[in-house]
C-alpha cells in the first residue's frame, strides 16, 4: 500500500476513533482548552492550533470567539461559511442585555428612549411651564411607543413624579437613568443654568441649552454685551443693581435720559415672559419705575424705546452641527399697549401673529433668519432658541433689526410662537416635540 494511502488511513482512523471517544465535542486529553486539531492534517510532530476556544463545541468551520472580555463563553458567527450575520448577532446581544436591565446610557437616535417632561417650577413663570408641559406631555404620548411621564417641580423645589415625591436627588434615582429631561420650564432656576448643572453632574440627557448658553442668555445684560461684539445690533441701554442705584442712582438717570429716547422699557434682567416690564414714556417716572422693580432685589435693565415692528425668529440645531432658522413671526400688539404677559398668554389678548409676516419685506425676513441663527451660534445655544427684534421702520424703508433677547426655553403652549413659527414651515407640534428630544441625545453622544 502505498505510503500516501497509509498516512490517509491513519488520520481517518484517528479522527474517527476521537470522535467515538469524545461524542460531545470536547477536548482530547493532553490537549489544552481552547486548542483541537480536528479539522487539519493531522501529525504527532504539529504542535495542535487554535481552532475554536469554546467548550462543548468542537471544531466547527466558521465560528470564533468573541472579542473582549465580555466574549468570554460563547461564539459568534462570522465568515462565509455561516454566512457573516453580525448585525443580528448583536441585535441579540442587546436584546439580552435590555432583559437582564443593562441598558447602555448612549443608545440610538432611532430608540424609543423614554421621556421625563419637567414642568413647574417656584418661577414667576410657573403657570405658562405647566402649560407648556401639559402640551409636550400630550404630543409625545401620541406620537409613538415611548414612555413619557410627568414630573411636576412644586412651588417649593420639590419633585413630584407617579409614584412619588422628593428631592431632586430622590426623584433621579427613582426616575430611568437612560431617560430624556424634556424641560418644559420658564425662567429662575429652570432656565438659568442650574438645572441644566444637576443634571449634567448626574450624566442626564435634557433638552435645550448647556449650563454655559443658559446663564448667558438669562442675563440680558450680558447677553447684549456679548451680541454687540459680534456685530448684532442691540437698543441702547444700562443696567443698575440695589446698591448701585442706592448710591448713584441720580448718575444712572442722567446716563438714560442723555439717549434722547422716546421711551424707555424697564425689565427684570433676568426674567422672561415680559413679567414685570414696563413702558416708561415721561422722565419724571423712569426714577419710580426703576425703584419699585429693584425692591425684589435683583438687577434691572433699562433699555431706549425702539420705534418699530417686533418679530421674533426661532432656530433648531445644534453647535457644530447643522442649523434651522425657522420662518419668523410678526407681532402685531393691541392699539392698548406691547406685547406684555397678558398680551402673550391671555385669550383676551388683544395681539396678533403672523406667521409668515405680512408686514414686513422678504430681505427683511431672510435678514432675522441669519440674525436669528448668528445669535444663536454666538451664545452657544443647543437643541432650540428663539431671538426676538425689533424692526425700525418708517412708511418709507425698514432699518436693520435690533436684538432684544435670546430665550433659551422658548414656550411651547398653543399661543406660543415656537410653535405657530414650526407649523407655518410644515413641522407639526408633535414632530417638533420629537425633534427637539432628537436633538438632545445628539448633542449628548458628542459630548
Sequence with gaps: MPWLQVRGLRVRCARLLDRLRHPGGGPRPGVQPGQECRGRRFSRHRTPQPVCPARGMGAVSGLRRSAGRRGRGFVRRGGSALGGDRRGFRRRRAAARRARGRVPLRMSLRAARPVVVLMGGRSGEREVS???????????????????QPVEITGDGRWRWETGEGNPAEALAALPACAVFFLALHGGEGEDGTLQGLLSACGRTYTGSGVGASALCMDKAATRGVLAEAGLAVAPGVRTSPREWD???????????SM??????VKPNAGGSSLGVRRIVEADELGAAITALLADGEAVLVEALVEGCEA?????????GPLRALDPVEIVPSAAGFFDYTEKYDERGGAREIVPPTGLSRATCERLRELALRAHEVTGCAGTSRTDFIVPKTDASEGEPVVLEVNTLPGLTPRSLLPQSAAAGGLGFAELCEELVALAIACEERR
Aim: proline share 7%.
Design 312 to 320: 421674533s425668529c426661532p432656530v433648531l440645531g445644534n453647535p457644530g
Design 247 to 257: 448710591a448713584h442712582g441720580g448718575a444712572v438717570l442722567d446716563r438714560l435720559q
Design 130 to 148: 405647566l402649560g407648556s408641559g401639559a402640551a409636550v406631555l400630550a404630543a409625545l404620548a401620541s406620537s409613538g411607543p415611548r414612555a413619557v
Design 260 to 265: 434722547e429716547a422716546a421711551g424707555w422699557f
